[in-house]
């Protein structure tokens, strides 16, 4: 089984090998990330001191981000090998699908981050509101 192995990856070329390489570890870190994510584990803790004004959860340069532009940078730039394609083709075209994928993921947690909603009532809200109390009100604020 090892030299099938060998002599697979000895027939590759410099870059399916470099492809290859990156497409390994990367989906095997985006299949890890999915399953945590769908168990309930977070794996994108790791926070980088970079100053930014997104505090809503859409960071672009975050870790999920990065094996998610790994994963289809490679995949993708093996696909445009097997496709025939010339190899300056191959690597534009596996970056820019790699970046197309950040943006689609920061997107995504961009909105998701959106639905979320703290529930504390706004007072301010219910002014000159029409609403029905269960508790009696004392009249010129009396008491509490």
Request: hydrophobic share 50%.
């Amino acid at each position: 089984m090892l030299t099938d192995y060998s002599g697979w990856w000895n027939s590759l070329e410099t870059l399916q090998q470099i492809y290859w390489t990156i497409a390994f570890p990367a989906t095997l870190i985006f299949l890890i990330q999915m399953i945590m994510t769908f168990v309930g584990g977070d794996i994108d803790d790791m926070d980088a001191d970079v100053d930014t004004d997104l505090d809503d959860g859409a960071h672009f340069f975050s870790f999920k981000n990065l094996v998610a532009f790994f994963t289809i940078f490679a995949w993708s730039g093996l696909a445009s090998i097997e496709g025939g394609l010339a190899t300056i083709f191959v690597l534009i075209l596996s970056s820019i699908s790699g970046l197309i994928m950040m943006v689609i993921m920061t997107a995504l947690f961009y909105f998701m981050s959106k639905l979320s909603h703290s529930g504390t009532l706004q007072m301010s809200n219910s002014i000159g509101k029409t609403g029905s109390v269960y508790i009696t009100i004392p009249a010129n604020r009396t008491s509490t």
